[in-house]
Structure formats: structure tokens, C-alpha cells
């Protein structure tokens, strides 16, 4: 189920409504789903890594080949952790804010990340256990400012943030009249 919007849709991921995907008009899939694509496509991850290897060597792999094996392992176990949410799970575990001096008052940027891994989601935060993913890279970097790719994951942040502003849409019974329109 989505709700169709001028510029993006906001497709529905689990059942009980804790998690959504923004699906951007120029895509055919929402943002969770090219994510988890991506991540699981050899191809997309080779030519990921040739080119930013050098950033690649704070983690200690020897080779573009180690990070592709990485890397659809750990977005496996992400995967499952993300789509297998039991109906007592706490989404607020999975995600935490984008920034520790963040300090907006609603829509809250977050990242959603294992330990000691380098696959990001990024979402917004509607309410406690509420989560609308805009996006996700992979961050070999300490900041997302370093490099062009997550450079556009902070801009898809601000973006669906402003959207939902823009609609309202600023706390969970915002969003669901919204969505029920």
C-alpha cells in the first residue's frame, strides 16, 4: 500500500505501520527495497568499491572482493533485522539520531545501522517506533559530508523532511490522515 504524492510515493513495509519507504518518482522500487538490490547485486558493489577503495582501508580488507562478501552478508542479516520485526520489536533499538547535535522537535533525521558495519539506512523519525526510510549507502567515511554519496543521502533527508512539512505531516496522526486521504 502507498500513497501517491506529486513527487513521491510512501510505500508501506511492515504490516502494523512502523515502517515505510519514500519511493522517489524517477525509481521503480521504493528506497528500502534498490537498497537491499543494491547491496545483494555483485556488479553494483564492485564497481562501488574500485571506486572508493581508498576509503575502504580504515576497515582492514584486502580486497574489492572481501568487501562485496561483507557486505551482502552483513545486508542479509540487516534485511532480516529490518523486515522480520516481531510485533513486540523496537524500531527505536534499529535507528538513533543522525547527529548528536541534532536537536530538531519532530521529524527527526536517523541512521539505522548494525555495530561495525558500514551499511547505513537513513529514515525519518515520525514518532517513538515510527520510521520512513529515505535512503541508505554505504559509509566508509567518519562524516557524510566527505564523499558525494552520502552527500545526497543528507540532501534525500531534508528533502522528504520538507515534503512532510510541507504536508502537515509533523506527528503520527498527521501522517496516517494524510496517508488516508
Known amino acids: 500500500m502507498y500513497h501517491k504524492a506529486s513527487i513521491m510515493n510512501i510505500n508501506r513495509i511492515t504490516e502494523d505501520g512502523r515502517l515505510w519507504a519514500i519511493q522517489y518518482p524517477e525509481q521503480d522500487s521504493d528506497e528500502l527495497t534498490r537498497l537491499f538490490n543494491d547491496w545483494n547485486n555483485p556488479l553494483v558493489l564492485y564497481e562501488f568499491f574500485k571506486e572508493n577503495w581508498?576509503?575502504?582501508?580504515?576497515?582492514?580488507?584486502?580486497?574489492?572482493?572481501?568487501?562485496?562478501?561483507?557486505?551482502?552478508?552483513?545486508?542479509?542479516?540487516?534485511?532480516?533485522?529490518?523486515?522480520?520485526?516481531?510485533?513486540?520489536?523496537?524500531?527505536?533499538?534499529?535507528?538513533?539520531?543522525?547527529?548528536?547535535?541534532?536537536?530538531?522537535?519532530?521529524?527527526?533525521?536517523?541512521?539505522?545501522?548494525?555495530?561495525?558495519?558500514?551499511?547505513?539506512?537513513?529514515?525519518?523519525?515520525?514518532?517513538?517506533?515510527?520510521?520512513i526510510i529515505t535512503g541508505g549507502a554505504i559509509k566508509l567515511t567518519a562524516t557524510m559530508e566527505e564523499r558525494e554519496h552520502t552527500r545526497q543521502e543528507l540532501v534525500k533527508l531534508e528533502k522528504v523532511r520538507n515534503f512532510l512539512k510541507d504536508n502537515g505531516i509533523v506527528d503520527e496522526d498527521g501522517f496516517f490522515d494524510y496517508i488516508n486521504e
Not at 72 to 80: G, V, Y
Not at 91 to 100: C, E, G, V, Y
Not at 115 to 121: A, H, I, M, Q, V
Open 54 to 131: 581508498d576509503d575502504a582501508a580504515y576497515f582492514k580488507i584486502s580486497s574489492i572482493q572481501e568487501a562485496i562478501d561483507i557486505t551482502i552478508d552483513e545486508s542479509e542479516i540487516l534485511e532480516k533485522i529490518v523486515l522480520d520485526i516481531e510485533p513486540d520489536a523496537d524500531l527505536d533499538s534499529i535507528f538513533q539520531r543522525l547527529s548528536h547535535y541534532q536537536h530538531e522537535l519532530f521529524l527527526e533525521k536517523s541512521k539505522g545501522k548494525m555495530n561495525k558495519s558500514w551499511l547505513r539506512l537513513y529514515a525519518i523519525k515520525l514518532t517513538t517506533g515510527i520510521y
